[in-house]
């Protein structure tokens, strides 16, 4: 398949395309995995502190 | 409906007492109108082929920092509060509001724009037609400020985001408000076909703008 | 700030579970296709190959507005019928719109260099794009700059609707502005009608990248959800923690 003349702008617009694409991709995965981490770290520190607010000492 | 006058005047004395922002707004005007020939060069000829421009350029940044005065007084010593649960609609408290703030800040952009004019070498029908479409468009600049100025009341440090909320829906008014002062300029259309339009952006926005802030006002401090 | 308050986005959190590996699979499938398609499409009578960048510009600059579009539904619904989870859709679309945005502001300065000699120009459609650009941004500084969610989410909202009447308003303005400045008219795409081996990728092509909106998008909200958990519950420890050390405080 021969891009012609102007190959260089059609591979960069392509790029481009999946660049953000892929941006797109790892910020929501990476995103979802930090809200994981933070609500198992919270249940696990949890128990006592959250749903009841009785005193630790 | 005294009541509102009441607003309207309260407004205008406390914009025009010393601390007040009234005539800040044409010292930033005169600022970027002194700055631009330092960037471009003392052509003359360049100055007044841009002039309209450069004149529509400066009231636009002068409206939309003014902006946050709007709501920020009455914020600050609680009057806002009365307002929004006292009995005269809040579209109306807030309309008058920006017929205040045009008065204190848009109406003296207008009114020194002329001499401004003079700086930049146009001729007398140039400043007619610029000082014109600024009277009709600096009430759409602050009409459509409103929301903004509401939203600066519902974020603490808004600081340069509310200009740049407003902007989008301001481009239309500075593209049809330099196109009719232009007309001698460029000679690309009549005076009337952009300067009827920036009619209508005006009319639009005093209708829009009032709802839209009363909205924002209400949900935003809640 | 009970937990009943989070039943309706529970809910969502187990659709979103059983429906994302389908929209993924969905979304990758349509790609494929599409981009086997581009490949295949023959050189245009005019352009050439650089047609092929048409198949990312126009799907994203569609795309752009659908998003602000499907944003304002949104906004109606968090203002008007107080629908829970309508203003997290509302949120998170505005990144996604963003960059679908980008994405045809770039591809369309590409573009432009080898059809117009320069990879910026100040025509009609590209500067409308590039004015909706800034309102994206725009509204996702708000969301970044109100820290209480549903206070963002209502000033939010007011701005999306705002923008959305605008949008016919500024793309008339800069239309008229643009035949005032360029009298040269501006190449149209394929001439007056697109051949079908030109529209078959692009609609295909159009398809994936709607496909993929809808795939981050319903993951994006399942993030936000779980953010506004962990928010909540950090909030919660802290109010717990602070009622605790003050009834230590008064009996030491």
Redesign the interface.
């Known amino acids: 398949m021969s891009l012609g003349p102007h190959a260089d702008f059609i591979v960069a617009a392509y790029a481009a395309a999946v660049g953000v694409v892929a941006l797109l991709v790892i910020w929501v995965i990476a995103d979802y995995r930090r809200q994981r981490r933070a609500l198992a770290d919270l249940e696990a520190r949890g128990g006592r502190g959250i749903a009841t607010g009785a005193p630790t000492t | 409906m005294d009541a509102l006058a009441a607003i309207l005047v309260r407004d205008l004395r406390v914009a025009l007492r010393v601390g007040g922002g009234a005539l800040v707004g044409v010292l930033f005007f005169l600022a970027v109108v002194t700055l631009i020939p330092f960037a471009l060069g003392p052509d003359l000829a360049l100055l007044r082929r841009i002039g309209p421009a450069i004149l529509w350029l400066g009231a636009l940044l002068a409206s939309l920092l003014a902006l946050d005065r709007l709501f920020a007084d009455d914020q600050a010593d609680g009057s806002l509060d009365i307002l929004l649960t006292g009995s005269v609609p809040l579209e109306l408290v807030v309309g008058t509001k920006a017929v205040a703030h045009w008065l204190a800040t848009g109406l003296p952009l207008v009114i020194v724009s002329p001499l401004l004019g003079l700086m930049l070498n146009l001729d007398a029908r140039s400043i007619a037609f610029t000082a014109l479409t600024l009277a009709v468009g600096t009430p759409a600049l602050t009409f459509i400020g409103l929301i903004g100025a509401a939203l600066a009341v519902a974020i603490r440090r808004g600081g340069l985001l509310l200009p740049i909320l407003i902007l989008p829906p301001a481009i239309p008014v500075l593209i049809f408000g330099v196109a009719a002062a232009n007309t001698d300029v460029v000679g690309a259309v009549p005076f009337g076909t952009p300067f009827t339009i920036l009619c209508a952006l005006t009319l639009f926005s005093i209708v829009i703008g009032p709802f839209a802030a009363a909205a924002t006002l209400r949900h935003g401090l809640e | 700030m009970s937990l009943i308050d989070l039943a309706n986005p529970t809910r969502f959190l187990k659709l979103a579970a059983r429906l994302l590996p389908w929209f993924v699979a969905a979304t990758l499938v349509a790609f494929a296709c599409g981009l086997v398609l581009t490949?295949l499409a023959p050189?245009d009578y005019q352009q050439?190959?650089?047609v092929?960048?048409m198949f990312?510009?126009v799907p994203?600059a569609w795309l752009s507005m659908l998003v602000w579009a499907l944003m304002s539904v949104a906004a109606l619904g968090t203002?008007v019928w107080r629908h829970p989870l309508a203003d997290v859709a509302g949120k998170c679309a505005a990144?996604?719109g963003a960059?679908f945005t980008?994405?045809a502001l770039?591809?369309g300065s590409?573009?432009g260099?080898?059809m117009w000699g320069t990879y910026w120009v100040w025509d009609a459609r590209l500067t409308s794009v590039l004015?909706l650009f800034?309102?994206y941004?725009?509204v996702i500084?708000?969301w970044r700059?109100?820290e209480d969610p549903?206070?963002a989410a209502?000033?939010a909202a007011?701005?999306t609707?705002?923008?959305a009447?605008?949008l016919p308003?500024?793309k008339?303005?800069?239309d008229?502005?643009n035949t005032?400045?360029q009298p040269t008219s501006v190449f149209r795409v394929g001439g007056p009608s697109i051949d079908s081996s030109i529209l078959v990728p692009l609609l295909v092509m159009a398809i994936a990248f709607a496909l993929?909106f809808i795939t981050?998008h319903i993951?994006?909200m399942?993030?936000e959800i779980?953010?506004r958990?962990?928010r909540t519950?950090?909030l919660?420890?802290a109010?717990?923690?602070q009622?605790?050390d003050t009834?230590?405080g008064a009996?030491a």
């Open positions: 490949m050189d050439g190959a650089t092929k960048i990312i510009h994203n203002l990144p996604l960059a980008f994405l770039v591809t590409l573009w260099r080898p004015v800034l309102m941004l725009g500084a708000l700059t109100v549903s206070r209502r000033a007011i701005l609707l705002v923008g009447i605008n308003i500024i008339f303005s800069v008229w502005w005032l400045h993929l981050l993951a994006a399942r993030n779980l953010r958990r962990v519950l950090r919660l420890a109010q717990a923690a009622v605790a009834r230590a009996r």
